[in-house]
C-alpha cells in the first residue's frame, strides 16, 4: 500500500460492508432533523485527534461543503496563520496548534446544526500533544484558542483552563482520523500513543471511532478509479482489520473515507462515505449523552433519598 496506490492481489467479489449510493438525500434528511436527546446539551462536541497530517481540518471541511452543499474551507487544513513557521518546517508535524470549536452552518447564517467539531494538535512520535492536554479536552477544562505546548501540559493556572465544565464544554465522542497507510508509515510509539489514549476515553466512558482518510491515494488503484470499489478492496479491509488488531477500535466503528481537499465541486461518492461516519458519530455521541442523564437521574434520586433517610427515621424514633 504505497504513497501513490498499490495493485489489487484480490478484488472481493462481493462487498464486505453495504453503502446505499443513491440515499443520499434520505441521509440528509436525517441530518437536516437531527437533535441530542437531552434538553440539557444544546450541541454535541465531537473531538478529533490523529497523526498530524492525517485529515482532520480537511474532514471539518468536508462536512462543512456537504452541509451547505457547496466546497467550503472554514478550517484551515494548513493553518497557516496559526502555524509556527519553524514547527511547519518538517513534513509529519502538526499544522494545527489551537484549540479551536468549529460550527456547521445551517442554511442562513448565525443557525447551526447542533454539533460542533475541535480540532487539537496532531499526534507526533516524539512531539505533539500531550496525552494529559487530549484527556482536558474530553472533560471539557480546555477554552477556545488555547495554544497546545508540546512539552507542558495545560493547568489550573492557566487562563484557558475551564474549572467547572458544562455539558455543553465535555466531548460526546473521540474520533481518531489516520490516513488508510498508517500501518506502514507508523512506527510502534505512534500505535501505543493511539492505544493510550482510546483507552483514557473508555475510562471516562467516552465513545471512540476511527476514519481512515485517504483511500483515493493511497490504498490501491481499484478504489482510486472508483470509490465505490472501497468495499470490495482487500486492500483497504486489511487495513482496517489491522488497526482494529493493533489499537482496539471494533471493526464496526471504522470507516474508510475521502476528504475533499482539490475538488471544486461536491460528488455523491465521496458524500456518502462521509455522511456514513457522520451517522455514526452523532449517534453514538447521543447515545453517550442519554446515558450520562440516565445515570444523572439515578444519582438525583440517590441523593434525594439519602437526605430523606436521616429525617424518615428521626420522626420514626
Request: aromatic share 6%.
Amino acid at each position: 500500500m504505497g504513497g501513490g496506490g498499490s495493485k489489487e492481489k484480490t478484488v472481493l467479489k462481493t462487498p464486505w460492508r453495504t453503502v446505499h449510493w443513491s440515499k443520499k438525500k434520505d441521509e440528509l434528511e436525517w441530518l437536516e432533523s437531527f437533535r441530542p436527546q437531552s434538553d440539557n446539551v444544546k450541541h454535541l462536541r465531537v473531538l478529533l485527534c490523529g497523526p498530524a497530517g492525517s485529515g482532520k481540518s480537511s474532514f471539518i471541511n468536508s462536512v462543512d461543503s456537504i452541509c451547505r452543499k457547496r466546497i467550503t474551507v472554514p478550517a484551515d487544513a494548513n493553518n497557516a496563520q496559526e502555524a509556527d513557521p519553524e514547527l511547519a518546517k518538517t513534513a509529519g508535524q502538526s499544522y494545527t496548534l489551537k484549540y479551536k470549536t468549529h460550527r456547521i452552518q445551517k442554511g442562513t447564517p448565525g443557525k447551526y446544526y447542533p454539533f460542533v467539531f475541535n480540532d487539537v494538535m496532531g499526534l507526533e512520535s516524539t512531539n505533539g500533544i500531550l496525552l494529559e492536554d487530549i484527556k482536558l479536552a474530553m472533560k471539557g477544562h480546555v477554552k477556545d484558542n488555547y495554544k497546545f505546548d508540546p512539552e507542558t501540559p495545560l493547568d489550573d493556572s492557566n487562563d484557558f483552563y475551564i474549572n467547572t465544565p458544562t455539558s455543553n464544554d465535555k466531548a460526546q465522542i473521540l474520533v481518531f482520523v489516520v490516513a488508510v497507510d498508517i500501518n506502514h508509515v507508523a512506527n510502534p510509539e505512534m500505535f501505543k500513543k493511539m492505544t493510550e489514549i482510546r483507552l483514557a476515553a473508555r475510562d471516562l466512558d467516552i465513545p471512540q471511532i476511527a476514519i481512515m482518510t485517504k483511500i483515493d491515494e493511497k490504498s490501491c488503484d481499484l478504489v482510486k478509479k472508483d470509490l465505490k470499489n472501497v468495499y470490495s478492496s482487500t486492500n483497504i479491509k486489511n487495513a482496517m482489520e489491522k488497526l482494529s488488531n493493533t489499537v482496539g477500535f471494533p471493526l464496526n466503528c471504522i470507516f474508510p473515507l475521502k476528504n475533499y481537499h482539490a475538488e471544486i465541486e461536491l460528488t455523491d461518492e465521496v458524500d456518502m462515505l462521509i455522511l456514513s461516519a457522520l451517522r455514526k458519530i452523532l449517534e453514538l455521541a447521543n447515545d453517550r449523552v442519554n446515558a450520562s442523564g440516565v445515570a444523572a437521574a439515578k444519582q438525583m434520586s440517590r441523593i434525594r433519598v439519602l437526605k430523606l433517610e436521616p429525617h424518615s427515621s428521626h420522626q420514626t424514633g
